[in-house]
């Protein structure tokens, strides 16, 4: 009977619904078949590798791990993912299998992995759905490109930044003054150093990259255009964590967030290419702008690539500073080695020059073990471009290569493989600067990344170092008796809640009673 009213539908439909419905079905078949024949594919590729399935796996109670997903957002909530991942990885051997809401992917802590993604088969692997997160924010530039066009900004980008490495320090110095002049009026009462150095990062970048002094940020702009960053940084960090469903997150504000700075920052490159065009730059880094612009002549997507330099660029390094205060300041002999050096490297000498710093060991020993256990990119991912293999994770004892389809995504922590004990000892968890003159440590390789390796490494490290230890020195020598507004006893008690965005930083700021 069933049977029979079917055939009475079908037959009853005109014929272009029946053919439409014909190509539907076998479009369907036709996937289905292109699947079964890929996984034949990639078991046949795994097999010829030696690849073995996953030795652990993601425990989770609740059907598609739902109670995991439940879970991770509360201690996002609570600012306390970072922590949640870490009792997730507990136990674990160093790179495991996730299956969330029905998709499948790697995680792994394990150096030879990362390094596999991101130098050895750098090719095999690409940003995938990272970069559609931030596309409202920052449209097309290196943090989001992918491929050749990628490899373009890249060269462009790198030959400033080289020539920028022989620069002196000088272009610093009016920033930190700045700051050193903010806390000075602040003195001798309670403030957030955290929040003063996302100032000083966002001053120094700009006028790294526009070349002409912050005035037209002072004042109004720069607060509108600081407060919008924020905004549009913080949910564009929660959008890439959600992968390809990046467009379910869309709270209110965050477009106008994103319209804020990118009409400003696109009104800035205008003025600087028109001043540039009539001969009146002020310094010769507008040529920053310039070279981009002579290179693709249009200014949106200048426009583009400076909002990627600036989103790289400014937290990263705020939050390097004010971890490096929080530890140090809970860590008062630490505190008076890094001092007493300062002393007797610069004593009160406020313009402080590439050599002073490269005079001072331990304070690069200092920056070192901050960025070790806070750094400031803690985790990240890839997509496999074609199917391919990790090198460990297979097998009963983790040691055989694990496949990688094409498609899958490999997070890597470099948070939790930075504090891995049997790379660093059982005194992992502990700030000790002093750790980086063991010689245990000379060849650390890959299991020590903040800035990232291989062919993506950040172009802005000297940059990020330069500017850190240049404004840590200064506010030491001017506030040498600071204390942590609360002393809490265990190291890391403090430093526990974190804002975990596209990068990492103390969700309750360091906040500091200047003496
Ligand atoms: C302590 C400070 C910093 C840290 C820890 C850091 C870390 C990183 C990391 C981990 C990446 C790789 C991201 C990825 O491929 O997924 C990266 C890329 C990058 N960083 Fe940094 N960064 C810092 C400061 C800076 C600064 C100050 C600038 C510029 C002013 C900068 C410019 C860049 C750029 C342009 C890239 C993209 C490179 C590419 O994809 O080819 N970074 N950084």
Request: some cysteine.
């Amino acid at each position: 009977m069933f049977r029979l009213m079917v055939t009475d539908l079908v037959l009853s439909l005109p014929p272009s619904i029946f053919a439409g419905l014909f190509l539907v079905f076998s479009a369907l078949v036709y996937r289905a078949l292109l699947r079964y024949k890929e996984s034949s594919r990639d078991t046949e590729f795994g097999r010829r590798h030696g690849c073995q399935p996953a030795k652990s796996f993601l425990h989770y109670d609740w059907p598609f791990a739902i109670d995991i997903i439940k879970n991770g957002f509360g201690a996002a909530r609570e600012k306390k993912l970072v922590s949640f991942i870490t009792k997730c990885l507990e136990n674990m051997h160093s790179t495991l299998e996730i299956c969330l809401l029905g998709g499948r992917g790697y995680v792994t802590i394990e150096p030879k992995n990362i390094e596999a993604l991101l130098s050895t088969q750098f090719e095999d692997f690409h940003f995938g759905a990272r970069s559609w997160g931030m596309h409202a924010m920052i449209g097309d530039g290196i943090f989001t490109q992918d491929g050749k066009e990628w490899k373009h900004s890249r060269d462009i980008l790198r030959r400033r930044f080289v020539h920028m490495q022989y620069q002196n320090l000088k272009g610093f110095h009016e920033h930190v003054e700045d700051l050193i002049s903010r806390l000075k009026a602040a003195a001798p009462g309670e403030v957030d150093l955290q929040e003063q150095f996302y100032r000083l990062t966002i001053n120094t970048t700009i006028a790294m990259i526009l070349g002409q002094s912050v005035e037209s940020f002072k004042g109004e702009t720069g607060l509108l255009f600081s407060a919008a960053f924020d905004e549009a940084s913080r949910v564009t960090g929660t959008r890439v964590r959600l992968g390809d469903l990046y467009y379910i997150y869309r709270p209110r504000g965050f477009f106008k967030a994103c319209k804020t700075i990118r009409e400003y920052t696109y009104d800035f490159v205008a003025e600087i290419l028109s001043k540039n065009s009539k001969g009146d730059t002020e310094t010769e880094n507008g040529s920053f702008i310039q070279d981009l612009y002579d290179d693709k002549p249009d200014i949106g997507l200048v426009r583009d690539q400076v909002l990627n330099i600036l989103i790289a660029g400014r937290d990263t390094t705020a939050a390097a500073m004010s971890y490096a205060f929080l530890l140090l300041l809970r860590h008062p002999a630490t505190f008076e080695i890094l001092r007493s050096e300062i002393d007797q490297v610069v004593g009160n000498k406020s313009a402080i020059t590439r050599t002073d710093i490269q005079s001072m060991p331990y304070l690069q020993n200092v920056l070192k073990e901050t960025l070790r256990l806070y750094p400031s990119a803690p985790i990240n991912s890839r997509f496999c471009r074609q199917t391919t293999t990790l090198p460990l994770g297979g097998g009963p004892d983790g040691q055989s290569p694990l496949l990688v389809p094409k498609g899958l995504p490999v997070a890597y922590s470099v948070y939790h493989m930075q504090r891995r004990e049997d790379i660093y000892g059982p005194d992992a968890l502990s700030f000790r600067p002093e750790r980086w003159d063991e010689e245990k440590l000379a060849d650390i390789g890959w299991a020590y990344l903040p800035f990232n390796g291989g062919p993506r490494v950040c172009l802005g490290k000297d940059f990020a170092l330069m500017l850190a230890s240049y404004g840590i020195v200064r506010v030491i020598q001017e506030f040498p008796k600071m204390k942590l507004v609360s002393r809490e006893d265990t190291p890391e008690a403090a430093t526990d809640r974190h804002n975990l965005a596209i990068t990492m930083s103390s969700a309750d700021g360091c906040k500091v009673i200047l003496g």
